[in-house]
């Protein structure tokens, strides 16, 4: 991880005795603070293409000296990338995983996509919202098919790393704060979003555990069936992790705010994947939490991690209703808890700035 020297010593040549050293800016006293402390931020960010290039340097030079070291773009824009990195920050292609809606991958592979309980397929019935377009991560093809999608991201020169989202199944329960806009009560999964049924999983289930998936009189409760789609999510992961490997470049990934959160409704097991750096989205409004819980979850996280790689924690920039103050509060509990720094989802204003440098 980049980091920034600002006090400098002045020295000349022969001269036994050293220059003063110059007065610090405000800037340069944060930044060194944060220095100290190993401390840096991140951002997901859509970049604008119209944006010129000389206006992004300026832009993106600001994002350093408060702190913020790495950008994940979730378009591929060289400009964009170039312009961060000319500032000594880390440009990540951000990039939708398992779900993935693309119209010519729906109909020329309709048979790659995961099937729920009820038997019906993401390709022909989306749950929640059209835009839910499931892969089956057991299927080879499919992790051909990401593995070749991630190649052809690392191998462009301008890109640092990448960065996994919806690395994950459907969500079989959502945030209890998005039941009412569904008009659903998940207290229990229910079976049209409780997925992979499709012939392979099952076929692979019954393999080893001698038993169709289908036939367990209360699958949800099933420790082996859930564990079964842990581990094939996991070696998706371990499949682009080697990719990324071969590329000497960094992979991370956007994952559900806790543990144990992750794995009860998105089948993640998140603190076993081989990352260079995590970023739970610990979105507190979504869960109906108080700020304070942002300092349980990640205290959470990183004790599940045992220091593998750091954890950045995702705040969603919404849910603080730009009460800066609560902002500043949540940065401090997610970093006095362990965590590396921050990553922001949101609009990144001169406050969020500010309160990032003084971190």
């Not at 944006?51 to 994940?72: Q, R, S, T």
């Not at 779900?99 to 022909?124: F, I, M, V």
């Not at 569904?182 to 999983?201: A, M, N, V």
């Not at 790689?309 to 970093?335: H, Q, T």
Request: glycine share 6%; aromatic share 12%; hydrophobic share 35%.
């Amino acid at each position: 991880m980049n980091k920034r020297h600002f006090i400098k010593t002045l020295g000349l040549a022969g001269v036994a005795m050293a220059a003063p050293k110059l007065p610090a800016s405000a800037e340069e006293k944060s930044a060194s603070i944060l220095e100290r402390r190993g401390v840096s931020h991140r951002v997901w960010i859509n970049p604008d293409h119209k944006e010129k290039y000389e206006d992004l340097v300026k832009k993106y030079a600001g994002y350093k000296k408060a702190g913020i070291a790495d950008i994940m773009f979730e378009a591929d824009s060289e400009q964009h990338f170039k312009a961060a990195k000319a500032n000594g920050i880390k440009a990540h292609r951000w990039i939708w995983t398992m779900n993935r809606g693309e119209k010519d991958l729906l109909e020329s592979h309709p048979e790659w996509y995961a099937q729920n309980r009820k038997g019906e397929s993401c390709a022909t019935h989306p749950p929640y919202v059209g835009y839910y377009r499931w892969l089956c991560p057991s299927k080879p093809e499919v992790v051909n098919y990401l593995k070749s999608q991630v190649e052809q991201s690392l191998q462009k020169d301008y890109v640092d790393g990448i960065h996994l989202d919806y690395v994950r199944f459907c969500d079989v329960i959502l945030p209890v704060n998005l039941w009412s806009h569904y008009s659903i009560d998940q207290s229990k999964e229910l079976p049209e979003y409780d997925f992979c049924y499709c012939d392979t999983c099952r076929k692979n289930y019954k393999d080893k555990y001698g038993v169709d998936p289908m036939d367990i009189e209360h699958p949800d409760q099933s420790p082996s069936w859930r564990k079964y789609r842990y581990d094939r999510i996991t070696n998706v992961v371990n499949n682009l992790a080697q990719v990324a490997k071969q590329h000497k470049k960094a992979i991370s990934a956007a994952v559900f705010p806790t543990p144990e959160i992750a794995k009860r409704i998105v089948r993640q097991d998140w603190t076993n994947w081989p990352l260079t750096a995590v970023c739970p989205m610990i979105y507190h409004g979504f869960y109906r939490e108080k700020i304070v819980w942002i300092g349980d979850a990640v205290a959470e996280g990183v004790k599940g991690l045992h220091g593998a790689f750091p954890l950045y924690a995702g705040l969603y920039m919404p849910d603080f209703n730009k009460n800066y103050d609560d902002f500043r509060e949540a940065v401090r509990l997610a970093i006095d808890n362990g965590a590396a720094g921050v990553s922001i989802f949101g609009e990144v204003t001169p406050e969020v700035l500010k309160v990032l440098a003084e971190s």
